[in-house]
């Protein structure tokens, strides 16, 4: 059979340049060999999809190729993506940080573009595995599918990364990709949450649950959020966040209470003579059990106006300049994005095909860029899936 676009993999931004490029009266095809379409999509943002984010910016994304992802968010952006989904109505509501999320259930993103397919005519093929590509001398590409046969002008791989491997992710994407002679920058989990040692996992999995405002930095990098303890090791917005920035051997320091220069305060309490003691205080804005984790009892129990400049600076590195070495990530198992990818600088950058393979495109999680927690990477699916949309042939 023969199709003007087939497109394979149909999540984010597979469906959007489906949906763009039928606008255009293109006979488009999209294959996955999932039984439904937008896994990623129903299982984001705990079943409710941060589906983009108010604060869009360059800044918030990363590539071998500093420049490669700004044309395409420049010409579909956040605003573009919210249009669409007011167009249908959907109710949604900012989180924290810009993040917004759909009031109800992800499926509701699912829906919306399913119906922005069937009113353009797009084609979606399930539970259908790609067994063979070959690009045909005269041009184009027969597919061989577990299905049928077929003949295309224009290929697009939209198959995401490696992560969240129960969802259906897979490495075909960049077998393809290395099949024609394009790079591919080493992999890696991000956005991730870390596993502890097995001395720091006995220390602080009796915490699991407990969640704390902080700053986490890593090489040079610091961001400001929650974190949460597991019953493996750490996680929450802060470190998914760092987690992108973190390498095997690096330790990560966290400052909790970020919001008060916590020695400049207990000196002027203990310049006053306040004689509550230092638990009490600090118990105030932190979990019991995690400031007795960090803490000697023996120092918590002391009055504040019984503190030492030493014993004071003590408290101030062990809450603010907490030093934690973590042993590993959780892996791809819960990534909600991989690092690395086929190389940018084999894509062009305007239309997304490869340079050296005529009516071949990439896009989405496949390609070597990655965009902070909080709607960045499901931004870049979209605008990427659309700027494709608007050229294949």
């Known amino acids: 059979m023969k199709k003007d676009v087939i497109i394979i993999g149909a999540g984010a931004s597979g469906l959007m340049c489906a949906i763009e490029a039928a606008?255009?009266?293109?006979?488009v095809l999209v294959i996955d060999h999932a039984n439904?379409?937008?896994?990623?999509?129903?299982?984001?943002?705990?079943?409710?999809?941060?589906?983009?984010?108010?604060?869009?910016?360059?800044?918030?994304?990363?590539?071998?190729?500093?420049?490669?992802?700004?044309?395409?968010?420049?010409?579909?952006?956040?605003?573009?993506?919210?249009?669409?989904?007011?167009?249908?109505?959907?109710?949604?509501?900012?989180?924290?940080?810009?993040?917004?999320?759909?009031?109800?259930?992800?499926?509701?993103?699912?829906?919306?573009?399913?119906a922005e397919c069937k009113t353009y005519g797009v084609e979606i093929k399930l539970n259908t595995k790609v067994e063979k590509v070959v690009k045909e001398a005269e041009g184009g590409f027969f597919l061989k599918t577990s299905q049928a046969d077929y003949y295309t002008t224009s290929l697009v791989i939209a198959t995401g990364g490696l992560s969240i491997p129960s969802m259906g992710a897979s490495g075909f994407g960049y077998q393809i990709a290395k099949q024609f002679g394009l790079k591919v920058t080493a992999t890696r989990a991000g956005l991730v949450p870390f596993v502890l040692s097995n001395q720091d996992k006995e220390r602080f999995q009796h915490l699991s649950g407990i969640s704390a405002q902080a700053i986490v930095s890593c090489n040079w990098v610091s961001f400001q959020e929650n974190i949460l303890f597991t019953h493996r090791g750490i996680s929450g917005?802060?470190?998914?966040?760092?987690?992108?920035?973190?390498?095997?051997?690096?330790?990560?320091?966290?400052?909790?209470?970020?919001?008060?220069?916590?020695?400049?305060?207990?000196?002027?309490?203990?310049n006053a003579g306040i004689t509550c003691k230092l638990k009490t205080y600090l118990e105030?804005?932190?979990?019991?059990?995690?400031?007795?984790?960090?803490?000697?009892?023996?120092?918590?129990?002391?009055?504040?106006?019984?503190?030492?400049?030493?014993?004071?600076?003590?408290?101030?590195?062990?809450?603010?300049?907490?030093?934690?070495?973590?042993?590993?990530?959780?892996?791809?198992?819960?990534?909600?994005?991989?690092?690395?990818?086929?190389?940018?600088?084999?894509?062009?950058?305007?239309?997304?095909?490869?340079?050296?393979?005529?009516?071949?495109?990439?896009?989405?999680e496949v390609l070597d860029v990655h965009g902070w927690l909080g709607g960045y990477n499901f931004q870049w699916a979209w605008s990427s899936g659309f700027a494709a949309g608007q050229v294949v042939e």
Not at 23 to 27: D, G, L, V
Not at 329 to 343: K, L, S
């Open 23 to 27: 606008k255009r009266k293109k006979n």
């Open 36 to 114: 439904k379409v937008g896994k990623k999509i129903l299982m984001s943002g705990g079943g409710r999809c941060n589906f983009t984010n108010y604060y869009v910016a360059f800044d918030r994304f990363y590539a071998c190729n500093p420049h490669f992802y700004k044309s395409a968010l420049s010409r579909y952006t956040q605003w573009d993506f919210i249009t669409l989904v007011e167009k249908y109505q959907l109710a949604y509501h900012e989180k924290t940080l810009g993040q917004l999320f759909c009031d109800h259930k992800s499926k509701e993103i699912v829906d919306i573009l399913l």
């Open 237 to 270: 917005p802060a470190i998914l966040q760092i987690s992108s920035f973190w390498m095997p051997g690096d330790t990560i320091e966290i400052k909790l209470l970020p919001d008060i220069c916590l020695d400049e305060i207990l000196i002027e309490k203990r």
């Open 284 to 364: 105030q804005f932190l979990a019991k059990r995690l400031i007795a984790v960090l803490i000697d009892e023996n120092l918590l129990d002391m009055q504040i106006a019984a503190l030492s400049d030493k014993q004071i600076q003590h408290i101030k590195a062990k809450l603010q300049h907490w030093q934690l070495k973590p042993c590993t990530t959780e892996g791809y198992r819960t990534a909600e994005v991989t690092i690395g990818g086929v190389d940018c600088n084999e894509i062009s950058s305007k239309t997304f095909c490869a340079h050296k393979v005529p009516g071949l495109y990439f896009i989405g």
